[in-house]
Nanobody, 123 residues
Framework: QVQLVESGGGSVQAGGSLRLSCAASGRIFSLHTMGWFRQAPGKEREFVAA????????DYTDSVKGRFTISRDNAVNTVYLQMNNLKPEDTAVYYC????????????????WGQGTQVTVSS
């Protein structure tokens, strides 16, 4: 099994920045692509960003392109999401996610989920 633990959420004003972290433990050798989803109140969970095991391939949903940057440090088994120029519509619970088959994105398959961290952006 794999455990994913998020941190770094919080409250910020519009235009501000936050950095989310996701630490993986357990059978981490099985992990390939990792990334982030989010779920706002009353809405379905949506894909935000993903990064391949090597870090050479990234994928972003259109609404965060140019504002969010995903990265990973395999030496410490951690994935990061740097969020800049935050908007009120970014308010959501952010979930770390991972898959084990080596897909280039998480849009179609997720094998493991974290417990989520709240991000609140006020106007």
């Amino acid at each position: 099994q794999v455990q994913l633990v998020e941190s770094g959420g919080g409250s910020v004003q519009a235009g501000g920045s936050l950095r989310l972290s996701c630490a993986a433990s357990g059978r981490i050798f099985s992990l390939h692509t990792m990334g982030w989803f989010r779920q706002a109140p009353g809405k379905e969970r949506e894909f935000v960003a993903a990064i391949s095991w090597s870090g050479g391939s990234t994928d972003y949903t259109d609404s965060v392109k140019g504002r969010f940057t995903i990265s990973r440090d395999n030496a410490v088994n951690t994935v990061y999401l740097q969020m800049n120029n935050l908007k009120p519509e970014d308010t959501a619970v952010y979930y770390c996610a991972a898959e084990v088959l080596g897909a280039s994105t998480l849009r179609s398959r997720v094998d493991y989920w974290g417990q989520g961290t709240q991000v609140t952006v006020s106007s």
